[in-house]
């Protein structure tokens, strides 16, 4: 008895033991997951060594489109290479990051800087944009062409590693033949579903690049944005371009991004067209975030090509409403500039100074001819001075200083209110005229004193029979028309 209860302690001491280890091998198993876990979760956090590269001329709103993209209102151009950042934020894992931004001046004379902007360290974490604007649709062939250039040119002058080029190049082949259709059942906003797109893409299912596509590869993932699209209603009326001209025009830029893999983007910052799809699909192509938008046709304004959907024939659906023009045509035959108008500077006229010497010779000049240049005034050239008559010239009859007496304008007569007032006052004149005698005041008869008065003063006595007649006649039309204007009076008083 005593031996198999010693064996039975022995066996419940070995199996406690082998619990105890059991626990502690859980526990090690438990924080070795924790830690897994956070590692893990760091290393899917927003890289912050990422970058967008802003190319494109002047005037095509490359400032106003990054000022949009950062949520500023009040853009601020600046010049040669500006810096700039966008702030993006990964709402499913809580994290935010900045994505670096370089616009380059559209100057060609800048473009030594783009070393600054695109180089061997960041050339793999890069992005480009590529700006063409709506109000000069004429100009995109050369300016599309000129900066496609002017990056192939800079990356193959970078000390790049062969592999490295090789694999920036499959990388974004790899992306155009993965590209599959939103709308799957999967939430593209999981994490899970994120690193599926990313690095889960079996090679045997990736279907073969579609024609014409990806002819010029430079291993750069780029977006070109055709800004102002608002300025189409402008063209339509100012250079009648109608609906054929915008589908030649968009058959033809969707072409070019076919052949060089690019995405198309048609934006308005006026109107706010495509802007918060631009940002949504930047921060997917650069962090991996979800995009669910699929491609928009529809509308002319607002053009959406995601990198990858886009081919031949879906191009081609374009020519059936191009009636007038044919796709084949060359572009700048189709899209012509207009007439060019005299550019106003806003540079203000250099002026050049004259010589000192020079200046005072001339003004001495001009102070030697001084009588010639002034003149006699014009008033004395008329009329010999200031008292002459300015109506004429004088005829030899007439006297200095006289002037022809004024006529009574016939229309003023009696039967009109105007000569009524007019006439009473020349009659009252003729009546009650002072006589210069000190006996001249009254209006008696020529026996009376006051006539006597101007008898002897010599006034009456010398007028005839025939102005003493007109001088009663003036007398009685004097009455009647006192009496007629009181009348007037009266009665516009008793209507009041």
Excluded at 475 to 493: F, G, H, N, P, T
């Amino acid at each position: 008895m005593a031996l198999d209860s010693g064996t039975q302690t022995n066996a419940l001491t070995s199996s406690f033991t082998n619990k105890k280890k059991d626990v502690a091998t859980e526990k090690e198993n438990l924080w070795s997951a924790i830690l897994n876990e956070v590692q893990t979760q760091g290393s899917t956090k927003l890289p912050s060594n990422k970058s967008v590269l802003v190319l494109g001329d002047n005037a095509t709103g490359k400032t106003t489109l990054i000022a949009k993209l950062q949520g500023v209102e009040d853009p601020k151009k600046g010049s040669g290479l500006e810096y700039a950042y966008i702030d993006v934020k990964d709402e499913y894992r809580d994290d935010m990051t900045r994505l670096g931004v370089w616009v380059l001046d559209g100057d060609p004379g800048h473009t030594n800087l783009l070393h600054f902007a695109l180089n061997e360290t960041n050339y793999a974490h890069t992005l480009v944009i590529l700006t063409v604007s709506m109000t000069q649709p004429w100009g995109w062939l050369e300016q599309l062409n000129h900066w496609i250039k002017v990056l192939g040119q800079h990356i193959d002058g970078l000390q790049l590693d062969a592999k490295e080029k090789e694999a920036a190049r499959q990388r974004l082949a790899t992306t155009w033949q993965s590209y599959c259709e939103v709308g799957d059942d999967l939430d593209p906003g999981s994490p899970v579903k994120r690193t599926m797109r990313n690095n889960s893409i079996d090679e045997d299912d990736l279907l073969p690049l579609t024609e014409d596509a990806l002819i010029t590869n430079l291993g750069l993932d780029i977006v070109v944005v055709v800004t102002k699209t608002d300025y189409m209603t402008t063209l339509e009326k100012e250079y009648e371009y109608r609906d054929e001209h915008f589908d030649f025009i968009q058959q033809w830029i969707r072409n070019f991004c076919l052949r060089h893999g690019t995405s198309l983007f048609y934006t308005s910052v006026k109107e706010d067209k495509n802007c918060d799809l631009l940002y949504k699909y930047l921060t997917h192509r650069i962090y991996g975030l979800p995009f669910r938008t699929p491609a928009l046709v529809v509308e002319k304004d607002a053009v959406l090509i995601p990198a990858g959907w886009d081919s031949l024939k879906k191009i081609s659906i374009l020519y059936e409403n191009m009636h007038g023009v044919k796709a084949e045509n060359p572009y700048t035959d189709i899209i012509k500039a207009p007439p060019t108008r005299k550019a106003v500077s806003n540079r203000e006229a250099e002026v050049q100074t004259e010589d000192e010497q020079a200046f005072l010779a001339r003004q001495q000049e001009i102070l030697k001819q001084g009588d010639q240049v002034r003149g006699e005034s014009p008033l004395r050239s008329q009329g010999g001075g200031v008292g002459s008559n300015k109506s004429g010239p004088r005829t030899p009859g007439s006297a200095t200083g006289q002037s022809s007496p004024k006529k009574i304008d016939p229309k003023l007569t009696p039967a009109t209110p105007g000569g009524e007032g007019v006439l009473a006052n020349f009659f009252n004149s003729l009546l009650h005229k002072k006589s210069g005698g000190p006996g001249g005041a009254g209006s008696g008869g020529p026996g009376s004193p006051a006539g006597a008065g101007r008898a002897a003063n010599g006034t009456d006595a010398m007028m005839t029979p025939e102005k003493l007649a007109v001088r009663t006649d003036a007398a009685a039309e004097l009455d009647r028309l006192s009496r007629s204007v009181k009348k007037e009076i009266d009665l516009s008083q008793s209507e009041c």
